[in-house]
């Protein structure tokens, strides 16, 4: 997400790290190329000029000009404006409960922005982040198979949907929703409203009846990212009429700018609190504008990567490793799992990208996910006793192995010494040294 402004952003403050000591003159002509990269990722120009007056004037303002080593103090600066342009260091609770159930949240946006799967990928969130019982109210009347479409996915992220067709209007079944989730004890019932092409009255006069009928804990507007500044504009149209409380930011993972997810926020001054990350219902995330400006800087964003894999791998799973890397007994069903483990946190390169220093080294390169397929077919081609001791994988075994996995002998030789060299780092962390990176990339090369 943000490759193109995250690369000259980097390029930028790249050019100041060289440097002993910064004039005023070298801060003025690094704020002019931030300033272009801004406008042409489409962030608002009102927020940009703001963004860079913060900037100038904490730069100047004897933070950096005249000091040593003034590179780490200005990435510092561009990083906490970032962060706040985007909301600050938090976003926010991210969902405010109701003190009586059920907590009615009340989704709106224009149609396309992927509203509907917005509203299940909440509802898997709720349900596994806390515990929630969640029901989704199918409210869309006007959109052909937009009922079908909730009943669909709200099915597959473990929600009841309540829907009465398309024949009664949006407010009658938004209110019985509503008592139909009283009635079945719902924690949490999501309304999933009907968008339209662009702003008009209609839209609006629909959203205020079903706002009033359900009285909502949290309005929440659904924004695409990919619209860059008209995602601003619309934006400002739903908080005249309807006060909506945060942001759902949709498609960060195609070819946004990130003109919307900068602009939003310091247009309306509504925080962006949720943010759907690929097509897949568990793609979905709290809104971390600091970690955002990190990723966007290249400096990665590593608390994520510790939250995902705490809700990926197994406490039990994790202690058993933990005791087979302290005895050296680190093996091919070992390095098995760790990838499927990491398969189930989500695709790989943007995994990869949260890893500070990788990101710009990522950028251009094309991870291709159906080589972890490759591996996992050239270990499962291996027999348990293979898999336990790699020694044991020599001529005639390899070529086994190959013609079982549909691949080669050079395939399996590959990641025979992909292994060994994983196992040599595996057990020097077990056995508590940190291997020499450096060295073994020297090495590969």
Not at 347 to 363: A, C, F, K, V
Request: glycine fraction near 10%.
């Amino acid at each position: 997400m943000f490759d193109s402004l995250s690369e000259k952003l980097q390029a930028t403050l790249a050019g100041l790290r060289g440097r002993g000591v910064l004039s005023e003159e070298d801060v003025t002509r690094s704020l002019r190329e931030i300033r272009l990269a801004l406008l042409e990722a489409d962030v608002n120009f009102r927020v940009v000029k703001e963004f860079i007056d913060s900037v100038r004037e904490r730069c100047i303002g004897a933070e950096v000009v005249g000091k040593l080593n003034p590179g780490q103090q200005i990435v510092a600066i561009v990083h906490e404006e970032l962060a706040a342009m985007m909301g600050g260091e938090s976003a926010g609770p991210g969902v405010v409960f109701a003190p009586r159930p059920p907590t009615v949240i009340l989704m709106a946006g224009l149609q396309g922005s992927g509203k509907t799967t917005a509203a299940a990928k909440l509802a898997r969130l709720l349900r596994t982040e806390h515990h929630s019982s969640v029901a989704l109210a199918a409210c869309d009347v006007h959109r052909p198979a937009a009922v079908q479409q909730l009943v669909t996915v709200g099915e597959q992220a473990g929600a009841t949907v309540y829907q009465q067709g398309t024949d009664r209007s949006a407010v009658e079944i938004a209110s019985w929703a509503l008592e139909r989730a009283r009635a079945d004890g719902k924690d949490v019932l999501i309304v999933d409203t009907a968008g339209r092409l662009h702003v008009d009255s209609d839209l609006m006069a629909e959203l205020v009846a079903i706002r009033d009928a359900t009285t909502p804990t949290q309005v929440l507007l659904v924004v695409d990212a990919m619209t860059g500044q008209d995602a601003v504009n619309v934006a400002e149209q739903f908080a005249a009429a309807v006060a909506f409380d945060g942001v759902v930011l949709t498609k960060l993972d195609g070819d946004a700018r990130g003109g919307a997810a900068l602009s939003v926020r310091a247009v309306t001054g509504k925080p962006i609190l949720f943010a759907s990350t690929g097509e897949k219902l568990d793609q979905f995330e709290r809104f971390h504008p600091d970690r955002m400006a990190q990723r966007i800087l290249g400096m990665g964003d590593v608390l994520t990567l510790i939250e995902k894999a705490g809700r990926e791998v197994d406490e039990g799973e994790a202690k058993q490793l933990e005791r087979r890397l302290k005895s050296g007994d680190f093996d091919l069903e070992d390095f098995l799992g760790q990838l499927r483990a990491m398969r189930r946190m989500g695709p790989l390169q943007g995994l990869l990208g949260m890893i500070p220093g990788l990101g710009s080294q990522m950028r251009g390169m094309n991870v291709d996910e159906r080589e972890i397929d490759r591996i996992e077919a050239i270990i499962l081609s291996m027999t348990p006793e293979e898999r336990r001791r790699p020694d044991l994988i020599k001529g005639s075994r390899r070529l086994r192995i190959a013609r079982g996995s549909g691949t080669n002998v050079q395939a399996v030789n590959q990641i025979v010494k992909q292994f060994a060299a994983v196992r040599k780092v595996m057990r020097q962390v077990g056995r508590g040294r940190m291997p020499d990176l450096a060295a073994m990339m020297r090495q590969q090369r």
